[in-house]
């Protein structure tokens, strides 16, 4: 089944998190997008990880935190139109996430 409006992306682990991987689906009717990633590793107490839309500057898209089998899931109710971003990247940040990104980057995919 194909759905007209709806771009997908992968986003491959770095270093510090190989086996890691995500995809996003975007619907560019509803300006809406979901996010799920597996193999994430266990995070430090106080952070969270957060991912980034990429622009001119990194917006973020929203904070998540793995389940038990280390997958997470993340509904996008708001984002940037696809056709201004260059690549989405996931971080870890302190809990709550932060206005621009500051630690080390775990994830990425480009448009």
Partial sequence: MAWPTVSSLSLAGLEQ????????????????????????????????YQLWAIVDKPVSAGTFEPDPGHKSRLLIRSIPPLESITKFAVSVEPQGGLPQPTGEIYLIGSL
């Fill in 17 to 48: 998190a190989k086996s890691a991987g995500a995809f996003l689906l975007y619907d560019q009717e509803t300006k809406k997008a979901f996010f799920y990633a597996f193999n994430m590793p266990p995070l430090p107490a106080g952070k969270t």
